[in-house]
C-alpha cells in the first residue's frame, strides 16, 4: 500500500479520527495536509502541529494548516497554493459540541444545533470538495467520514449523517467520467480523546462508556482511529474502487476485504459499528 508521491488533504484532523486517518496515509508514504482549528492545545489534547508531526513520523510529510472550516474563504485559502489533490478526507466536524445534545428532542435545543451539524459537516465537505476536485487527476478519491448516524434520536445529527451519505453518492455520479472515486466512511465507535474523556472507570479498573438506552460498552472494543485510517489507505490503493463508487463503505468491510488490523492486531467487535 504505497502512496509515495500522492498528496493528500484530511480536514479536522487535530485528534481523533482525522488525526488516525493522516498518520496511516502518511505510514503509506503520502504528503498530507492536516487542517483545524486547534493551533494550541485546548480543552481536549491535540493540535494539527502534533498531527503533522506525527504523519512525518510515521513516514509521510506531514504540514499543519489552520482553518476554520465554517469560513468559506479559509477552506479556499487552504487549497489555492496547490496544484494537486489526490487523496481528500472530509472529516471535520463538531462533535464535542453535541456532546449534550444527542439524547434531547430537536424543539428544546437551540437553532444552531443544526447549523454545527449541517455547517461543520456536510457543508464543509461540500465546499472542500468544489475546490479540491479541479485540482485531482483521473484516480483521485473523495472520502466523507460519515456514520450510521440515522440511528441516533437526534433530528440535527440523524438529518446531517444522512444527508452526508447522500452527498457521496450525488458527487460520485458526477465525478466518475473524471475517474474520481467519492465513498461514505461509517467507522464503528472510535476510541478518540473526546470517547475517553466521557467514559467512566469502574471498580475492576475497566474504562466504559454508558449509553442512554442502558447499554455499557467496554471503550477497550472500540476501533483506534488508525484503524479508520488503514480503511482510507486500503480505498486510495484498491485499483477497482471507482466501480464501487458513491456507496457506503464501513471499517469492517474495508478490514476484511484489504485484510488489516487495528494497531494491536485485534479486530474490533462488529457490534462496536454504531453511529
Known amino acids: 500500500m504505497d502512496l509515495s508521491g500522492r498528496i493528500a488533504v484530511v480536514t479536522g484532523a487535530s485528534r481523533g479520527v482525522g488525526k488516525g486517518i493522516a498518520i496511516e496515509l502518511g505510514a503509506a508514504g503520502a504528503t498530507v495536509y492536516v487542517t483545524g482549528r486547534s493551533v494550541e492545545p485546548g480543552r481536549l489534547p491535540g493540535t ?3 498531527t503533522a508531526a506525527a504523519v512525518t513520523e510515521a513516514g509521510g510529510t506531514g504540514i499543519a494548516v489552520a482553518c476554520d472550516h465554517l469560513d468559506d474563504e ?3 485559502a487552504l487549497f489555492r497554493p496547490l496544484d494537486r489533490v489526490d487523496i481528500l478526507v472530509n472529516n471535520v466536524f463538531c462533535s464535542p459540541d453535541l456532546s449534550g445534545w444527542l439524547t434531547r428532542p430537536f424543539w428544546e435545543l437551540p ?6 451539524v449541517l455547517g461543520l459537516g456536510t457543508r464543509a465537505h461540500y465546499v472542500a470538495s468544489t475546490h479540491a476536485v479541479p485540482l485531482m487527476p483521473s484516480g483521485g478519491l ?6 450510521r448516524g440515522q440511528q441516533v434520536p437526534n433530528v440535527a445529527y440523524a438529518v446531517g ?13 458526477q465525478l466518475k467520467v473524471r475517474g474520481v472515486s467519492v465513498f461514505s466512511l461509517w ?11 466521557a467514559a467512566r472507570t469502574t471498580e475492576d479498573g475497566r474504562q466504559v462508556l454508558d449509553f442512554p438506552d442502558g447499554r455499557v460498552l467496554d471503550v477497550s472494543q472500540a476501533e483506534t482511529p488508525r484503524f479508520i485510517g488503514r480503511g482510507v489507505v486500503g480505498l486510495a490503493t484498491d485499483p477497482a474502487r471507482l466501480g464501487r ?8 468491510e474495508l478490514a476484511e476485504r484489504y485484510g488489516f488490523t487495528d494497531t494491536d492486531g485485534s479486530l474490533p467487535p462488529v457490534s462496536t459499528e454504531i453511529g
Open 48 to 50: 494539527i502541529g502534533e
Open 74 to 76: 479559509q477552506t479556499a
Open 161 to 173: 449523517k444522512a444527508a452526508t451519505d447522500r452527498l457521496a453518492a450525488e458527487m460520485a455520479g
Open 142 to 147: 473523495i472520502v466523507n467520514v460519515s456514520s
Open 111 to 116: 437553532i444552531d444545533s443544526w447549523d454545527r
Open 187 to 197: 467507522p464503528g465507535l472510535v476510541r478518540t480523546e473526546f470517547l475517553l474523556a
Open 245 to 252: 463508487s458513491g456507496g457506503v463503505e464501513t471499517t469492517a
